[in-house]
């Protein structure tokens, strides 16, 4: 074979590699793991309402238990508590 030939050959190797990539990274990360479309319209809704279930159950848990700060004292590598104070 002559060279342009070669060249050729080489060309629609890497054209379909190239190709399976792709289609490979698409099956695997937008359809996800199990092989399924993005959901649609009243899936996608009531995943958003979890999610904002769980937001607002998350953020009432935060307003319950504050995050404990440290001591102003450089030295005092203690917590400083509610009672404490």
Known sequence: MSNSAWIIVVSLILAVVGS???????????WGERGT???T???RRQQKEEELRLRAKQIEN???NPRVTRSSSF???SKVYKDEE
């Open 20 to 30: 399976l990539t792709l289609i490979f990274i698409t099956l695997k990360y937008y």
């Open 37 to 39: 479309p993005p959901l």
């Open 41 to 43: 319209g009243a899936a």
């Open 62 to 64: 935060a307003a319950k």
């Open 75 to 77: 030295w005092d590598n």
